[in-house]
Structure formats: C-alpha cells, structure tokens
C-alpha cells in the first residue's frame, strides 16, 4: 500500500526535520517505498512550496532558519588549487566553523550557488574524495578558481581565527 503524493512529500519533511544531518535520496527512497526519482520529483514540489530543503553532495537537509541565528556568518572570497581544498577546509572546520556553500559569479549566468554543508574534518575529506573520483570540475574552474564561500562560526573570535589562517596560508583574498 502507498500513501498520496502529499502525505508522502509532508512525510518526507518531517523526516527531514528530526534530522541535523543529510539523509540521501536513496535513505527517503527505500523509507517511503519509491523510487529515487520519485524523491527527487517530491523535493522539487517541495520546493517550489517555499520549503526550506538543502540539496548537498551528501543527501537533503531541511534548513532551520533558527539555526542561522546560532553563530556568526560571513561571505569570503578565496582562491586556491585543488589540492588546497582540503587544507582550505581544514583552516574553517578545526576552528569550530562550518563551510555552508560554495559560489561563483559567473559573467554569463550570473551566480551559481551549492550548498555543502561542511561542519567536521570528515566532511571535508569525504567532500575532497568524491572531488577525486569526480570526473566533473568544482565550480571555481568557471572563474579560474576564484569563488566565494559562507562560513559560519561559534563566535566572532571563531571567524577571526579562521580567516587569518587563511590568509597566512594565501587562500583568502577578501571578506564581506
């Protein structure tokens, strides 16, 4: 027996929303009893309803504006090879920070935008794995590596540690 569209998709929300970590197409699929497509479908309803779901490279996250209040965030601008991304991250993540997303100002389309969420060391290397294998190129490619992240910290000292290591380490060249 399956259950409706809606209730699948309010379903999948309140799934979503006893989690803090990303739960993969594939998990929602074999929860619910479809297909991954059809998850993928749902999340794009839910979507299109102003729902707040987050879309990284390890499943779906629904956002929880509250939590933006927890912490301080800001906007850098960075630059780096691709061998300096898991050093990169590494410099936010031992601090306490979190990597919330990766974007490009790109002079035909505009900004383009990936959420990534990555709180911990292993995000960061599984991120950095899976960048490895990838035969496709991380955005920076599209702006001869320059590309900007949001970072969210602890605190204000948090965010001030972790751009000065940046900094000494040449990856940061501005911050908002």
């Given at each position: 027996m399956s259950i409706d569209g809606n209730a699948r998709r309010q379903g999948i929300v309140d799934f979503l929303d006893q989690k803090r970590t990303p739960v993969s197409g594939t998990e929602l699929a074999g929860k619910f009893g479809v297909s991954r497509q059809v998850i993928v479908q749902d999340i794009a309803l839910l979507r299109a309803e102003n729902r707040n779901i987050l879309s990284t490279n390890k499943g779906y996250m629904l956002f929880h504006p509250q939590e933006k209040l927890r912490g301080c965030t800001c906007v850098i601008l960075v630059k780096h090879t691709a061998p300096q991304t898991l050093e990169e991250m590494r410099s936010i993540v031992d601090f306490g920070g979190s990597m919330l997303d990766v974007f490009v100002d790109h002079d035909l389309y505009g900004q383009i935008r990936v959420d990534l969420v990555i709180n911990d060391i292993r995000d960061a290397e599984e991120f950095c794995r899976k960048m490895s294998q990838s035969n496709s190129k991380p955005l920076k490619v599209l702006t001869?590596?320059?590309?900007?992240?949001?970072?969210?910290?602890?605190?204000?000292?948090?965010?001030?540690?972790?751009?000065?290591?940046?900094?000494?380490?040449?990856?940061?060249?501005?911050?908002?």
């Open positions: 001869d590596d320059w590309h900007y992240h949001t970072i969210k910290a602890p605190s204000e000292k948090a965010l001030s540690l972790i751009r000065q290591e940046l900094r000494e380490k040449g990856i940061l060249l501005s911050e908002d």
